[in-house]
């Protein structure tokens, strides 16, 4: 990815020399006060979610955040409304605190709310994933965002928003996140600070319901104190901003590129079902019949990295292939593609 470290250098020198000893101990359990500041700040003016810094958390990553959440609401034995398909860990960390997932169809709109309300309309929670559910992109439409929360206002369920890659949007009005919509405040919104820098610093928030703050369960944070304090400096300097302004323009090339490439190459193997409307993927159907695994290790031995669809469904799976563009410079993805050619034609074959 295109994440310059010579600003992080220059913020991490002089907080050593500031605050030593907080740089490098425990912290807050919920985490840095500036940084959740900074967080509340950016929610406000980006995605016009209210809230303070009171009731940020901040986690090491999405397994964390939502270990989190069931132990705030959750209780063994409770149903959840999961994506289908969706990341396996959704499933693994559900069953690991005794809930039963129940996976709810994701179409071009998104989840199918009214399939989770015939399926399982007393669900305790639902997770879903707004912006770019993954590993389809698909982006959930406004009346199925109203839909949900007028669902879990209606039973007194909870939802988890997962917005871990809504910061790369590539259209100019954003539909509104599902935490603005909700009256009630039951939304659990949960964002990362390392997917627009670098994976590796494993920095995500959770926006916690208000009314759940006075009986808040909370563990420490396990994200180095450091990390935090240069984070939250990072961004109240600018050079979040500028970072995302430059990597949106950069992503929205890449992601053209590798649509291109596919519709002129790979079209005989692939099917492209739509564009997506955010996010740093492009899943795509193989045709003929070809097994997704075996094509995913072939890939890997022809030096290309692809991701097989099918182990993201729960039930009946598609076969299909997950590529990633973000780390892939604009002068490779056409060769990359033709390398994925090759590979399916020889699979086909």
């Given at each position: 990815?295109?994440?310059?470290?010579?600003?992080?250098?220059?913020?991490?020198?002089?907080?050593?020399?500031?605050?030593?000893?907080?740089?490098?101990?425990?912290?807050?359990?919920?985490?840095?006060?500036?940084?959740?500041?900074?967080?509340?700040?950016?929610?406000?003016?980006?995605?016009?979610?209210?809230?303070?810094?009171?009731?940020?958390?901040?986690?090491?990553?999405?397994?964390?955040?939502?270990?989190?959440?069931?132990?705030?609401?959750?209780?063994?034995?409770?149903?959840?409304?999961?994506?289908?398909?969706?990341?396996?860990?959704?499933?693994?960390?559900?069953?690991?605190?005794?809930?039963?997932?129940?996976?709810?169809?994701?179409?071009?709109?998104?989840?199918?709310?009214?399939?989770?309300?015939?399926?399982?309309?007393?669900?305790?929670?639902?997770?879903?994933?707004?912006?770019?559910?993954?590993?389809?992109?698909?982006?959930?439409?406004?009346?199925?965002?109203?839909?949900?929360?007028?669902?879990?206002?209606?039973?007194?369920?909870?939802?988890?928003?997962?917005?871990?890659?809504?910061?790369?949007?590539?259209?100019?009005?954003?539909?509104?996140?599902?935490?603005?919509l909700s009256r009630q405040d039951r939304v659990f919104y949960c964002g990362?600070?390392?997917?627009?820098?670098?994976?590796?610093?494993?920095?995500?928030?959770?926006?916690?319901?208000?009314?759940?703050?006075?009986?808040?369960?909370?563990?420490?944070?396990?994200?180095?104190?450091?990390?935090?304090?240069?984070?939250?400096?990072?961004?109240?300097?600018?050079?979040?901003?500028?970072?995302?302004?430059?990597?949106?323009?950069?992503?929205?090339?890449?992601?053209?590129?590798?649509?291109?490439?596919?519709?002129?190459?790979?079209?005989?193997?692939?099917?492209?079902?739509?564009?997506?409307?955010?996010?740093?993927?492009?899943?795509?159907?193989?045709?003929?019949?070809?097994?997704?695994?075996?094509?995913?290790?072939?890939?890997?031995?022809?030096?290309?990295?692809?991701?097989?669809?099918?182990?993201?469904?729960?039930?009946?799976a598609t076969s299909g292939l997950i590529m990633g563009f973000a780390s892939?410079?604009?002068?490779?993805?056409?060769?990359?593609?033709?390398?994925?050619?090759?590979?399916?034609?020889?699979?086909?074959?």
């Amino acid at each position: 990815r295109q994440f310059s470290g010579s600003p992080w250098g220059r913020i991490a020198h002089p907080i050593f020399r500031e605050r030593p000893l907080n740089a490098i101990g425990y912290g807050e359990p919920q985490g840095e006060v500036v940084l959740r500041r900074t967080i509340a700040d950016y929610l406000a003016t980006a995605r016009g979610i209210a809230c303070g810094a009171e009731q940020i958390v901040v986690m090491a990553g999405s397994e964390q955040s939502l270990e989190f959440m069931i132990a705030q609401i959750g209780s063994p034995g409770d149903a959840a409304w999961v994506e289908e398909p969706a990341g396996p860990y959704v499933r693994h960390v559900l069953r690991a605190a005794g809930l039963v997932p129940v996976p709810i169809r994701v179409d071009a709109e998104g989840l199918d709310v009214a399939e989770g309300l015939r399926r399982q309309p007393r669900a305790r929670l639902a997770i879903v994933s707004p912006t770019h559910q993954y590993p389809t992109g698909a982006t959930l439409s406004l009346a199925r965002r109203r839909a949900l929360v007028e669902w879990c206002e209606s039973t007194g369920a909870w939802i988890l928003e997962n917005e871990i890659d809504g910061d790369y949007r590539y259209v100019p009005n954003p539909l509104t996140p599902i935490h603005a919509l909700s009256r009630q405040d039951r939304v659990f919104y949960c964002g990362s600070l390392s997917k627009p820098l670098a994976p590796g610093l494993r920095t995500n928030y959770l926006v916690v319901p208000a009314q759940l703050m006075p009986q808040l369960r909370l563990r420490t944070t396990l994200v180095p104190m450091l990390t935090q304090l240069v984070l939250a400096r990072f961004n109240s300097e600018g050079h979040m901003a500028l970072h995302m302004r430059r990597m949106r323009r950069l992503y929205a090339r890449r992601r053209a590129v590798l649509l291109e490439a596919l519709r002129e190459c790979a079209a005989e193997y692939l099917d492209v079902p739509h564009v997506p409307e955010g996010g740093l993927r492009v899943t795509a159907a193989l045709r003929h019949g070809l097994d997704d695994l075996r094509v995913s290790q072939a890939c890997l031995a022809a030096g290309i990295k692809v991701d097989p669809l099918s182990v993201c469904y729960a039930g009946r799976a598609t076969s299909g292939l997950i590529m990633g563009f973000a780390s892939t410079p604009e002068e490779r993805i056409r060769d990359a593609v033709a390398t994925l050619t090759g590979v399916l034609r020889r699979e086909l074959d």
